[in-house]
């Protein structure tokens, strides 16, 4: 992972910059609303999405209503992410080595809430692969915040290394001007009444030297620069309050990542199709042969009748059942199949994807993820994220010794010494034990009355939620008449 953070000079001033820079953002266009999409579903809202690729792989209006009827909305991004994210599930140990030092890093990441805000912006590397931290004050505080990837770009005129950023570039609210059009279509002169209404959004660009702020129309919007506290394009802080980092180390920006999206709405619009599938093999389509239909009302399958006229008289009416024939077990096979080479791609091993089937789909999904060894990818993020800190801290020293120890309103107050460096320590991930290990080792506890089964289903499973587990001791009580044993005492589980 590459982590910038903005100390080399533009070769040419911003405000000669900004028609580039615009140039810049609409060529970027495509690649943020795709980021911007993969937000949305890691955030809940899949169903949009996936409404649009059952659309553009359904032909028949009619098929198309009965899927989107039987829409599975089954999120495994959200669930893979956060999964390959979970490095502030326990805040770092954050040291130094000057006392005052630490407890002014300790009285700061507390103020600030910077775990929460580094947190953030692992699942959104994960997610995006680059994301960036703004530091920043708010009301008179210190404070430090993630930027998803679709909110800001980054640019640069690096002559020795072009995937160095030396300009950020923060997207701002779009707002309405008035157009500068002096003429109508008709060729007639407008009107100061009849004045075009433009919308434009507004874009703030930091370098090393100089803020400047311009809308989409390649405008420099000095009236929102004066409202900033801006003299000019200067930079008062001298130096560029963001961290941006990105997973693709030879490119400035990394490649957009389409192919989530692609199997993120492939898996649930598989689940969907394979739901309407077996809803049309619960049900027989009746035909009769040798009759009219004439005057009757048919339905469509089903609970349908489906009539053919006999070609010749006396013919004897025939009735008979046409039952849809569908391969449940090769539907889930093509459903495990790709899920289990997205999750390898991923850099999550040992997913074992033979436990689901037609009648735990879901459970069996989530089982999937939940069985993926992320000891790698998690030790590996660790590493990344204490030079993360360290680059952030250094930043936030400059912030607190020039400004925020200034203000008469900041509750964190003190100064870091000379030459502070911080030294973040993570908790260890414990080596991940395999599916078999867990399972002997309760089983054996089960044996000799030493736990329950919801007890020894949440060791073997530590990242289910409680429903799920329950859930999952209904599944076995329904398939087998097979009770493990329960401690006395312990309510039974209603099945």
Excluded at 311 to 322: D, L
Excluded at 375 to 396: G, H, M, P, T, Y
Excluded at 459 to 481: G, R, W
Aim: a negative charge; glycine letters at 6%; aromatic letters at 8%.
């Amino acid at each position: 992972m590459k982590i910038s953070t903005f100390n080399k000079s533009t070769q040419t001033s911003l405000v000669d910059l900004v028609p580039t820079l615009v140039q810049h953002i609409e060529e970027r266009e495509e690649a943020i609303e795709i980021n911007q999409e993969l937000f949305q579903i890691y955030n809940g809202d899949i169903l949009t999405s996936l409404k649009q690729k059952i659309k553009a792989n359904t032909q028949s209006p009619q098929t198309l209503q009965q899927l989107l009827g039987r829409i599975s909305s089954v999120n495994i991004l959200t669930q893979t992410i956060n999964k390959t994210s979970r490095i502030y599930d326990t805040s770092p140990v954050r040291e130094a080595l000057e006392d005052s030092d630490v407890e002014l890093l300790t009285g700061l990441a507390k103020s600030m809430d910077a775990s929460q805000a580094f947190d953030s912006t692992c699942t959104q590397l994960s997610l995006t692969k680059h994301t960036a931290l703004e530091i920043y004050t708010d009301e008179n505080q210190p404070a430090l915040r993630n930027l998803p990837s679709h909110t800001f770009t980054v640019w640069s005129d690096d002559p020795v290394a072009p995937n160095n950023p030396t300009v950020f570039i923060k997207f701002g609210p779009s707002e309405s001007v008035a157009s500068n059009k002096q003429f109508n279509r008709d060729g007639s002169k407008v009107s100061k009444s009849d004045q075009y209404v433009d919308r434009v959004q507004l874009y703030f660009a930091y370098s090393k030297d100089e803020i400047v702020v311009f809308d989409s129309s390649g405008s420099i919007r000095e009236d929102k620069m004066e409202e900033l506290g801006l003299e000019g394009s200067e930079n008062p802080l001298g130096f560029c309050p963001f961290v941006y980092l990105n997973e693709d180390e030879y490119n400035l920006l990394p490649v957009p990542a389409r192919d989530d999206i692609e199997i993120t709405t492939l898996v649930p619009m598989l689940m969907t199709e394979l739901n309407l599938a077996i809803k049309y093999q619960a049900y027989s389509i009746i035909a009769v042969t040798g009759a009219k239909a004439e005057g009757l009302s048919l339905g469509k399958a089903p609970d349908s009748v489906w009539f053919f006229e006999g070609e010749a008289e006396g013919i004897v009416p025939n009735v008979e059942a046409i039952t849809p024939n569908v391969d449940v077990d090769k539907m889930i096979m093509n459903i495990k199949e790709n899920i289990g080479l997205w999750l390898s791609s991923k850099g999550l091993s040992g997913a074992k994807v033979g436990d689901m089937g037609p009648g735990n789909s879901m459970s069996g999904l989530s089982k999937i993820i939940d069985e993926a060894d992320v000891s790698k990818v998690l030790n590996r993020k660790k590493n990344d994220f204490q030079a993360v800190e360290n680059a952030i801290w250094e930043k936030v020293s400059v912030f607190q010794n020039d400004f925020w120890n200034n203000l008469t309103e900041v509750k964190v107050k003190g100064k870091f010494t000379d030459g502070f460096m911080p030294s973040v320590i993570f908790k260890a991930v414990e080596v991940m034990k395999t599916l078999k290990d867990a399972v002997e080792e309760q089983k054996l506890l089960l044996d000799n009355r030493l736990t329950t089964q919801r007890r020894a289903l949440k060791a073997i499973y530590p990242d289910m939620k409680e429903e799920e587990i329950l859930a999952l001791i209904q599944e076995i009580a329904e398939e087998s008449s097979f009770q493990l044993p329960q401690l006395e005492g312990e309510d039974d589980v209603e099945g």
